[in-house]
């Protein structure tokens, strides 16, 4: 049955706004600020049989757009040898090495039945606030074995043909440092199943099933038809680009990561062969996030392609098994998203070559994953944990946004007053960073300072970071972004952790303080060629300072802080033609 | 013989400032439509009334919507404005809540109305719970203020981290800058709003300072305008929220413009539509480049407590809600890369504007598809400059881009850019309307402006809505709001506290003190009310969570209590998520309260058509209309000649100076004893 155009472009909104809704119930009911504030938390309908993402919400977290068709596919193996699924069903797990990401990530997966026959699944996924393990909040830099990051749940039944199973909600809960949060985030994603099973019947009623099907069946091919499309605008050939982490936080050498990045007419293979085996430390990533990654890099590139399967229907990977990029249990993998927002960088970095117009150049590229753990006086236990922001990369038509979020969220940071008035801590900057963006044509985002000091009598650090050793590169001649740091005072004076920007439980006592400065973006096209008013205006503004003008821009601003036009191009002149 | 005694609305939009009168003792009514004058919009405004008034003398009020602010904003045009702040949080306003403007693609930016060097710093701190850690020095707050003044900074803005929790320091810095400042333009952040986050405290008392000086030499030109001609009554000003404020509080508080005209119109809405009967309706309001949809649930249209005018202009008061998409008359209809009919968000707006203007554009349009279809009647047209439409320019560009490709013909492409934008608006619709519990069978669709009326048919079909309800004049709409809309004043104090650890007696205590002191600034503004009302809520929420629910107190004559506040937050809360969790601490975040000068109601029968017409002496002829799939052949009305009670059956043509109504095939439209049109549902 062929579908009419019209009909098709209808339904694909309509079943858009299913998973936006699940999106927005989630977020509105969240106890956990990452998921209430943060929208680390997605939802999506996916294929009955294949687990293939059909649709998925617009404001949930870009990287699970893509992953989390490997949870489903998880949910539908598993099932199969249990008898398959049932009506009322519900599926929860947090399996990293099956469904993707980190263990904090709880999935719930829930079959859609029409006339006994399952017709497509629902799943939500959310980052909950504590999940047990050796650190309040998972980002333990210091794991060796997933069991440390914290407690491992295989795809079991919450609900049992709509039953709901208050053993495992207890199993859940006693084996989380914060139990409430749970249970309210829990209920959160229940409710938004529920609303989204309410409306995909109502949609179904509408339109009649077959008609929905074939239309959903149609989407995937035109996602893939577009992204061929897309494909087929780059020149054929292969190009290579390689980016480093710092370390895993176990052994301090650095993890390299590869792509090399082969068109072939309307078809790409992006071969990570040359990349580092896994690392005994938590940056591995199983092959489902890898993938992940990968898509959310080429939709940054390529903007409307669909968020369906049909996208990755022309790309081929080529990921080495038990490579940093292709882990099995145990292996850890609790900063993932570390190894991902490189993985997003050599994509770019490579794209750049090709085709500069569509580029950016690297953001940050670290979320400085920052834990502050202690008791209160009257013996209650707090924890205050957040993601820091930085800069953005710079592109062919202007400068990078300073201060954003990853490229992997749409995050927004909590406000300073709301962490202060939950937890004893007062910041003491909060503040943009100078000299942070990568110098280029068109300059980085600038990075951010944040600087805290702690209130209570004491207290332990955790922070899980990269980006301490090898900046965020700029693209077609553009300069890398400042490096991240962080120090941190004790009695005996100010420390920078041993691994740059990892470190575990160090002790602070009251009225010492945390000061964390995140990388800018690197930088787009040479810097010689950056219009000299801006350099100047760069000046004015504080965005760079005086003994960068010349340096790395090859400007000389006057006392009065106006360009010398001659000096500058005596300057830029003589610097090209060493 | 008695003199008139006239209270006078004006609406002033980017091509026409439209007037209502109202003569209070004869009960008559009358409009006017002149052109803007653009760069000093007082000018048309004092035209526009004096073209109807002959003693201005006459007029006991004139209230006004306007987009003064609202232009600002968008483009950019406030004052240049310094920031004194706390001493490390001089960037706050550019960083943001760390976010971007959109989620895919990395090329958002980002430029805060304060520039970096105009920003600056002063010690002083108090922490989360009100304690002064660190005393401000006032000599250090005036030495700033002068240089930001002597540098040229017309308006400034005082905010200090934590001052919603203390505005001690905050206070003394303020006198401090207002004893130095060269003008009225001072703004405390806190007198904005005392509200924990401090981005959207900062953002918004920023913007209020940035939009003072523009907003008030208008203002000033505007009274200095009427007084000239001899105006002596009170102006009043219409508020993002709805109500109106005195001209004065306008002054203070340009930021709570920043909406003033589109909710004027949603006032006027609710007004028309329960003298009509209708409790339940949702406005659309289509333009050339935009669909603008407001839900009225019982009589009562829904606020939002924040807003941003433009990526990272965050404005946090209360703003009539109003969910725009990019769906109007000059939104492009194209293919994407996939093959996939699209329609917008991409627009050719008015200028060039819908291919059949001629003004340049080749790519077709909803407004192409209207024409194409005959919907819109081409030799009377709206817009653009021709003065017959180019049907056959329309024609070939559907053609061309869209029906050969998708192997369709020009009439089934140009039906399916329209399905496509109804489906469009009907989204948007849902997103006000079933999204947040609302059963759309129990709510009307009332159109006004340019467009509007020519898809609320499809609407109501397409989303299940009762009916329709078309004003007798959709063009003056807003400014007719602007006579009707109350007095309203909203104020907000953060608590933060768990409820258990609350004293509520004083907590309500506090509350009706705050609502007595509101009461009394709005009897100061000299206008007379039928009844004053009162409107408390806290911001609560389960201890851990971040998102609040709204909740409606009542204070008993006894006093507040827990057990009172408990109860009323469960309820709100069942009711916003179905399940309570049970033993999990509750917390107030803020109170709210509303004071609300209800203001005579307008008697809307003064719209009721009179020497009306049957349609059938209303019918000036026919034509050929495209819908379903099918040529029909509709008969066209003078829609303004028709009697109460008279009935027309879809498919048929209404038309007015300033806009064109279809009634879809198998819909009915009467005339209610208001002038209004009821479209529904044939039986």
């Not at chain 1, 997966?109 to 026959?117: A, H, I, M, Q, S």
């Not at chain 2, 030495?143 to 206070?171: D, H, T, W």
């Not at chain 2, 003033?260 to 339940?280: E, L, Q, W, Y």
Request: hydrophobic share 40%; proline share 5%; with cysteine.
């Amino acid at each position: 049955m062929t579908i009419d155009p019209v009909t098709l472009a209808i339904l694909k909104g309509r079943l858009e706004q299913i998973a936006d809704e699940m999106d927005a119930t989630l977020f509105r009911s969240a106890f956990n600020p990452i998921i209430a504030e943060a929208h680390d938390a997605s939802h999506g309908i996916y294929d009955a049989k294949t687990g293939d993402t059909l649709v998925q919400g617009k404001s949930g977290l870009p990287i699970f757009v893509g992953v989390m068709a490997f949870a489903v596919k998880a949910v539908i193996e598993k099932a199969a040898k249990q008898g398959g699924v049932h009506e009322g069903d519900v599926w929860i797990f947090n399996d990293p090495y099956d469904g993707g990401t980190h263990l904090s990530d709880f999935r719930l997966v829930k079959p859609v039945f029409r006339d006994g026959e399952v017709f497509c699944y629902l799943a939500s996924v959310g980052h909950w606030h504590d999940v047990g393990g050796n650190v309040p909040g998972n980002y333990n830099p210091a794991a060796t074995e997933c069991f440390q990051e914290g407690m491992l749940i295989p795809p079991v039944k919450l609900y049992d043909r709509g039953e709901f199973r208050q053993d495992i909600v207890d199993i859940l809960s006693s084996n989380s440092r914060l139990p409430l949060s749970l249970y309210g985030d829990l209920n959160g994603q229940i409710n938004a199943l529920q609303l989204g099973e309410k409306r995909m019947n109502a949609l179904l009623d509408e339109y009649g099933d077959a008609r929905v099907a074939d239309c959903m069946g149609e989407l995937t091919a035109r996602a893939a038809q577009m992204m061929r499309a897309q494909i087929s605008n780059l020149p054929s050939g292969t190009v290579s680009a390689e980016d480093f982490l710092d370390n895993d936080g176990i052994n301090d050498e650095p993890l390299k990561i590869a792509l090399d990045l082969i068109i072939d007419g309307d078809r790409m293979v992006m071969d990570f062969s040359r990349s580092s085996p896994a690392c005994a430390g938590p940056v591995n990533i199983s092959r489902a996030t890898t993938i992940a990654a990968c898509y959310v890099a080429l939709k940054h590139i390529f903007g409307d392609v669909p968020a369906n399967a049909g996208v990755l229907e022309p790309v081929e990977f080529r990921i080495d098994e038990d490579s940093l990029l292709s882990v099995r249990a145990p292996k850890p993998v609790g900063g993932y998203t570390e190894t991902i927002l490189r993985l997003i960088d050599v994509v770019f970095q490579a794209v750049a070559q090709i085709a500069p117009e569509l580029a950016m150049a690297c953001a940050y590229g670290t979320i400085n994953a920052l834990s502050l753990a202690g008791h209160r006086g009257n013996g209650q236990r707090w924890v205050m944990f957040s993601f820091f922001g930085g800069g953005h990369g710079a592109h062919g038509a202007g400068d990078g946004l300073n201060h954003g979020n990853a490229p992997i969220s749409t995050a927004t940071i909590p406000p300073l007053e709301i962490l202060e008035a939950a937890y004893p801590v007062r910041f003491t900057q909060w503040a943009l960073r100078p000299d942070s963006g990568g110098a280029g044509e068109f300059r980085g985002g600038l990075g951010a300072v944040y600087e805290i000091e702690l209130l209570e009598k004491q207290a332990d650090v955790f922070l899980f970071g990269e980006r301490g050793r090898f900046a965020p590169p700029g693209v077609v001649g553009g300069g890398a972004g400042a490096l991240n740091t962080f120090h941190y005072q004790q009695a005996d004076g100010e420390h920078v952790p041993p691994m740059a920007s990892k470190i575990v439980g160090v002790h602070i006592d009251r009225g010492q303080k945390l000061r964390l400065e995140t990388p800018g973006g690197g930088g787009y096209g040479h810097a010689f060629e950056r219009n000299p008013e801006s350099v100047a205006r760069d000046l004015r503004l504080g965005y760079i300072t005086a003994e960068h003008t010349e340096a790395d821009y090859g400007v000389v601003i006057g006392p009065d802080g106006s360009v010398d036009d001659a000096a500058t191009r005596d300057l830029r002149a003589r610097e090209t033609a060493q | 013989m008695t003199r008139p005694a006239y209270v006078i609305g004006v609406d002033v939009g980017g091509t026409f400032t439209d007037v209502f009168i109202l003569d209070e003792t004869s009960g008559q009514v009358s409009t006017a439509k002149v052109p803007s004058t653009r760069g000093d919009q007082s000018k048309g405004f004092v035209e526009g009334i004096g073209s109807r008034v002959e003693n201005f003398a006459d007029i006991s009020t004139v209230v006004h919507g306007t987009t003064v602010g609202t232009n600002a904003l968008l483009e950019r045009k406030g004052a240049r404005t310094g920031i004194i702040t706390t001493e490390g949080f001089r960037d706050v306003l550019e960083m943001r809540r760390r976010d971007r403007p959109t989620t895919w693609g990395l090329k958002g930016s980002f430029t805060p109305v304060v520039e970096r060097p105009d920003r600056v710093e002063v010690s002083e701190r108090v922490l989360a719970d009100g304690t002064v850690l660190e005393p401000v020095d006032v000599a250090e707050v005036k030495a700033q203020a002068k240089a930001l003044a002597e540098s040229g900074c017309e308006a400034v803005c005082v905010f200090f981290i934590n001052g919603y929790a203390n505005n001690e320091n905050e206070k003394h810095a303020v006198e401090a800058v207002r004893s130095v400042w060269p003008n009225a333009y001072v703004t405390a952040a806190t007198e904005i709003l005392p509200e924990i986050r401090e981005f959207e405290r900062l953002s918004t008392a920023t913007l209020n300072a940035y939009l003072q000086p523009v907003v008030s030499s208008y203002l000033d030109k505007l009274e200095k305008g009427l007084e000239a001609k001899g105006f002596g009554g009170d102006i009043l000003i219409v508020q993002s929220n709805g109500g109106v404020m005195s001209i004065d509080m306008a002054k203070r508080y340009p930021v709570r413009t920043a909406l003033s005209g589109p909710a004027a119109g949603v006032i006027a809405a609710t007004a028309i539509a329960k003298a009509a009967g209708f409790d339940n309706i949702i406005t659309c309001d289509m333009g050339g480049t935009s669909f603008d949809v407001s839900l009225v649930a019982d009589n009562e249209a829904a606020l939002a407590a924040q807003t941003a005018i433009d990526f990272g202009m965050v404005v946090r008061t209360p703003m009539i809600e109003i969910t725009t998409i990019g769906a109007g008359g000059g939104s492009i209809a194209s293919l994407d890369t996939g093959g996939l009919l699209q329609v917008g968000p991409e627009s050719a707006g008015s200028d060039p504007g819908p291919v059949c203007y001629g003004l340049g554009n080749d790519r077709p349009t909803v407004t192409d598809a209207n024409v194409v279809l005959g919907r819109i009647n081409p030799d009377r047209p709206i817009g653009g400059k021709l003065a017959r439409l180019d049907v056959e320019a329309a024609r070939r560009a559907i053609d061309s881009h869209l029906a050969t490709p998708l192997g369709l013909s020009i009439e089934q492409a140009a039906e399916a850019i329209l399905q496509l934008a109804n489906a469009k608006m009907a989204g948007a619709i849902r997103l006000v309307s079933i999204e947040k519990g609302h059963d759309p069978a129990k709510f009307s669709a009332m159109p006004f402006g340019g467009g509007g009326a020519l898809h609320t048919g499809a609407l109501i079909k397409e989303v299940g809505l009762a009916s329709a309800l078309v004003p007798r004049f959709p063009g003056v709409t807003s400014a007719l709001g602007c006579v009707v809309a109350d007095m309203r004043h909203d104020r907000v104090q953060t608590v933060n506290r768990l409820l258990d650890q609350i004293d509520a007696a004083e907590l309500g205590a506090e509350m009706e003190r705050i609502g007595d002191e509101t009461e009394t600034l709005l009897e100061s503004a000299g206008v007379a009310f039928a009844r004053i009302d009162r409107v408390m809520e806290l911001d609560m929420l389960y201890l851990g969570q971040t998102h609040t629910v709204n909740v409606a107190i009542d204070i008993p004559d006894t006093g507040l209590t827990r057990q009172g506040i408990r109860d009323a937050f469960e309820t709100a809360y069942r009711e916003a998520y179905g399940r309570l969790l049970d033993g999990i601490p509750m917390r107030v975040m803020n109170y709210r309260i509303a004071v609300i000068g209800r203001r005579p109601k307008l008697d809307m029968a003064v719209f009721a058509p009179v020497d009306g017409k049957p349609a059938g002496d209303c019918r000036i002829g026919t034509r050929k209309v495209f819908a379903d799939g099918a040529w029909h052949e509709a008969g066209v009305y003078e829609r303004l000649q028709l009697a109460v009670g008279a009935t027309i059956s879809g498919p048929a043509l209404l038309e007015q100076a300033d806009t064109t109504i279809f009634v879809d095939p198998g819909l009915v439209a009467v005339v209610d004893g208001f002038g209004n049109l009821v479209i529904k549902p044939g039986a």
